[in-house]
């Protein structure tokens, strides 16, 4: 760089702007590789928890509500962090947040492999909190890092390929899920520990800083105190409404904090002079629909896998391991259309991908809603895989379009936004589905189920009633889906060539 470009990038940064720096070549894959340790990562330990929880219940003397709160625990800490996570990341750079989380992740791998039996429990929540925080990082500013790392018109090629590792994870969960849970349900926490400490040496060499960020920030702390408090009261009371553990007027309680501390958080953020999130980025149409369509499609599906166990192994029949292993359609599908999806989103356009894909997945959602029994595993596998394969179509042009219409200093922030709504939407739909499928079945057969499987064939009554909050809580998706694509289709379209020179201007 010459004198005269180092003067202008030091007077750029001086004005509170951004520089794009270009990164060395083959650094797009070198990004890649990284974030994909991670994707695979948390995709792996979120399969192979599934699996190992039943021994999990068992091994620690806990209750099947403690267990609900292991996986509650990990994704209400995460949704209500992502955003301020995301402003960080625009002041301090990806890279040291980055490997913070995969550091932090891998501490609380290694905390929750040691669990103790006398806390029933309730230590390995705290430990999954603090896997959380990690994941909070982690998965933040892996979408950043790599639409730093792609260029404009390659954005969408590698968030497809991102994805190739977290449908991975999804599907070797099981397997390796059920192989450590024969050694010790431990091992499935500390596996994460070698892998962690891989991530974290491997990120620490290897990523670059592409984007140099403005200098002088100021960070939020009212808007960020507000936002945590405000979404963590609302997470959690909904999720004490589907998983009772405390009194109703401690839960209502939760709801009146909920509500002055959003209400204050939009106040703080209208007058912060540099918000932790600004709201106007929602004033771009393309924005705020892929982002409305992003939460309503975690909405929609956020429970449907967690219900497809329990469909797995009460009615159907069916082990622990074996459930999850004949969730494969639905990740195999996912691994196959996601990378495609991004490329092409780089080349056509994302709008009518993104919304073609919700209208597969509704597809695959109105089959399920009629699953009885007696369907034949073939037929639920149609169904598992449109509902995956719909969904790889619809995330990648989404996440594309959603990032390409902010400048290179916001994409922490647009990520966080766009990984909160998704879990957000999410932990909603667990609290919706919830009492609609399991809260009408007896305790104790619950508990049965869920520990060991094995069918309720000797229960035709709690059978029928199981399968009839199936069938309600799948056409409840069915119909936010359509919504969602309803949404995508009312965003302006998407071009590439159009992105980038957005962008561009929006850097000058």
Same mark, same amino acid.
């Given at each position: 760089?010459?004198?005269?470009?180092?003067?202008?990038?030091r007077?750029?940064?001086?004005?509170?702007?951004?520089?794009?720096?270009?990164?060395?070549?083959?650094?797009?894959?070198v990004?890649?590789?990284?974030?994909?340790?991670?994707?695979?990562?948390?995709?792996?330990?979120?399969?192979?928890?599934?699996?190992?929880?039943?021994?999990?219940?068992?091994?620690?003397?806990?209750?099947?509500?403690?267990?609900?709160?292991?996986?509650?625990?990990?994704?209400?800490?995460?949704?209500?962090?992502?955003?301020?996570?995301?402003?960080?990341?625009?002041?301090?750079?990806?890279?040291?947040?980055?490997?913070?989380?995969?550091?932090?992740?891998?501490?609380?791998?290694?905390?929750?492999?040691?669990?103790?039996?006398q806390?029933?429990?309730?230590?390995?929540?705290?430990?999954?909190?603090?896997?959380?925080?990690?994941?909070?990082?982690?998965?933040?500013?892996?979408?950043?890092?790599?639409?730093?790392?792609?260029?404009?018109?390659?954005?969408?090629?590698?968030?497809?390929?991102?994805?190739?590792?977290?449908?991975?994870?999804?599907?070797?969960?099981?397997?390796?899920?059920?192989? !450590?849970t024969?050694?010790?349900?431990?091992?499935?926490?500390?596996?994460n520990?070698?892998?962690?400490?891989?991530?974290?040496?491997?990120?620490?060499? $290897?990523? $670059?800083?592409?984007?140099?960020?403005?200098?002088?920030?100021?960070?939020?702390?009212?808007?960020?105190?507000?936002f945590?408090?405000? %979404?963590g009261?609302l997470?959690?009371?909904?999720?004490l409404?589907?998983?009772?553990? !405390?009194?109703?007027p401690?839960?209502?309680?939760?709801?009146?904090?909920?509500?002055?501390?959003?209400?204050?958080?939009?106040?703080?953020?209208?007058?912060?002079?540099?918000?932790?999130?600004?709201?106007?980025?929602?004033?771009?149409?393309?924005?705020?629909?892929?982002?409305?369509?992003?939460? %309503?499609?975690?909405?929609?599906?956020?429970?449907?896998?967690?219900?497809?166990?329990?469909?797995?192994?009460?009615?159907?029949?069916?082990?622990?391991?074996?459930?999850?292993?004949?969730?494969?359609?639905?990740?195999?599908?996912?691994?196959?259309?996601?990378?495609?999806?991004?490329?092409?989103?780089?080349?056509?356009?994302?709008?009518?991908?993104?919304?073609?894909?919700? !209208?597969v997945?509704?597809?695959?959602?109105?089959?399920?809603?009629?699953?009885?029994?007696?369907?034949?595993?073939?037929?639920?596998?149609?169904?598992?895989? %449109?509902?995956?394969?719909?969904?790889?179509?619809?995330?990648?042009?989404?996440?594309?379009?959603?990032?390409?219409?902010?400048?290179?200093?916001?994409?922490?922030?647009?990520?966080?936004?766009?990984?909160?709504?998704?879990?957000?939407?999410?932990?909603?739909?667990?609290?919706?589905?919830?009492?609609?499928?399991?809260? $009408?079945?007896?305790?104790?057969?619950?508990?049965?189920?869920?520990?060991?499987?094995?069918?309720?064939?000797?229960?035709?009554?709690?059978?029928?009633?199981?399968?009839a909050?199936?069938?309600?809580?799948?056409?409840?998706?069915?119909?936010?889906?359509?919504?969602?694509?309803?949404?995508?289709?009312?965003?302006?379209?998407?071009?590439?060539?159009?992105?980038?020179?957005?962008?561009?201007?929006?850097?000058?």
């Amino acid at each position: 760089m010459s004198v005269a470009e180092k003067t202008e990038s030091r007077e750029v940064l001086k004005e509170g702007l951004h520089v794009e720096a270009p990164p060395e070549p083959g650094y797009e894959w070198v990004a890649l590789s990284v974030t994909t340790v991670g994707a695979l990562l948390a995709a792996l330990q979120g399969s192979s928890l599934i699996i190992a929880l039943p021994d999990v219940l068992t091994g620690l003397n806990a209750g099947f509500l403690t267990i609900m709160w292991v996986l509650l625990g990990y994704l209400l800490i995460t949704t209500a962090l992502v955003p301020v996570v995301g402003r960080l990341a625009d002041m301090f750079g990806r890279k040291r947040l980055y490997v913070a989380g995969f550091a932090v992740f891998t501490l609380g791998s290694l905390l929750a492999g040691v669990s103790q039996p006398q806390f029933h429990g309730w230590d390995l929540v705290a430990y999954r909190v603090v896997q959380g925080v990690g994941g909070a990082l982690l998965i933040t500013n892996s979408t950043a890092i790599v639409a730093d790392a792609f260029r404009h018109g390659r954005v969408g090629l590698g968030l497809g390929i991102n994805q190739v590792a977290g449908a991975a994870g999804f599907l070797l969960g099981p397997v390796v899920g059920g192989l !450590l849970t024969a050694l010790s349900w431990r091992w499935v926490f500390l596996i994460n520990v070698p892998l962690g400490i891989f991530g974290t040496l491997w990120g620490i060499w $290897r990523l $670059r800083e592409p984007v140099r960020l403005p200098a002088h920030q100021r960070f939020d702390w009212l808007g960020s105190l507000t936002f945590v408090v405000g %979404l963590g009261s609302l997470l959690m009371a909904l999720s004490l409404m589907a998983f009772p553990m !405390l009194p109703m007027p401690i839960v209502y309680a939760m709801f009146a904090i909920a509500v002055v501390g959003l209400a204050a958080f939009v106040v703080t953020e209208i007058k912060a002079p540099e918000p932790m999130l600004d709201l106007r980025l929602f004033s771009d149409r393309l924005f705020g629909f892929a982002t409305l369509a992003g939460g %309503l499609n975690g909405l929609a599906r956020g429970a449907v896998l967690f219900v497809l166990i329990f469909f797995l192994q009460g009615p159907y029949g069916q082990d622990p391991l074996m459930a999850g292993l004949m969730m494969t359609p639905f990740g195999a599908a996912f691994l196959l259309v996601g990378p495609l999806s991004g490329y092409l989103s780089d080349r056509y356009g994302s709008r009518t991908l993104a919304t073609a894909g919700l !209208l597969v997945s509704a597809v695959g959602l109105f089959g399920l809603s009629t699953v009885v029994t007696a369907t034949q595993y073939w037929v639920l596998a149609v169904y598992m895989s %449109l509902m995956g394969g719909g969904s790889g179509l619809f995330t990648s042009p989404n996440v594309n379009a959603l990032m390409s219409t902010v400048p290179p200093r916001q994409r922490g922030t647009a990520s966080g936004i766009n990984t909160m709504v998704g879990n957000t939407g999410q932990m909603l739909s667990i609290a919706i589905a919830f009492p609609l499928v399991l809260s $009408r079945i007896p305790e104790d057969v619950m508990f049965r189920v869920f520990l060991f499987g094995g069918g309720m064939a000797d229960m035709p009554e709690v059978q029928r009633t199981f399968e009839a909050g199936l069938h309600q809580a799948f056409l409840v998706s069915f119909g936010i889906t359509l919504i969602a694509a309803l949404a995508s289709a009312l965003r302006p379209a998407h071009s590439p060539r159009e992105a980038a020179a957005a962008a561009q201007a929006a850097s000058a």
